[in-house]
């Protein structure tokens, strides 16, 4: 039993230090790209396990031309995070409307979950990467 739990501990740290080459690799790409926030880098009191890599545009439209030329190359990307207090179930539960917390509907948006997951390879970094930056 003890052996079967060290391979797989091996295995999720392996996984681990996969994900953060790709986020570095990433970070470094988009980095290079003006007008365009990236995540908070990690430091010694706070590591992520990077599930979603989320940027943040100086405005909705510079988004939304982002989008635009995703759809148009087939590159994969999600609006995230949408305000929760506008979501259907608490717009109708509690009557929340927009302007009820302004930064947050600022922030949500500007931002976008960009493709990310383990596998990804370096050349479909470089091509998410030339993609948006050709797109702000």
Not at 10 to 15: D, N
Not at 59 to 71: G, L, S
Not at 78 to 93: A, D, F, G, T, W
């Amino acid at each position: 039993m003890l052996f079967a739990e060290l391979v797989a501990t091996s295995a999720a740290v392996a996984a681990t230090r996969s994900r953060r080459a790709k986020i570095d690799a990433l970070s470094d790409l988009l980095g290079r790209l003006e007008g365009l926030e990236l995540p908070a880098a990690d430091d010694a009191d706070h590591r992520r396990s990077w599930f979603v890599y989320v940027v943040l545009f100086p405005d909705t439209a510079a988004r939304e031309r982002v989008v635009a030329a995703f759809e148009r190359e087939g590159i994969g990307y999600n609006r995230y995070l949408p305000s929760i207090h506008l979501q259907p179930y608490m717009r109708e539960r509690f009557g929340f409307e927009e302007g009820l917390c302004p930064v947050a509907e600022d922030v949500s948006s500007r931002s976008l979950a960009l493709p990310f997951f383990t596998g990804i390879e370096a050349a479909a970094q470089e091509r998410v990467t030339e993609v948006l930056g050709s797109s702000l």
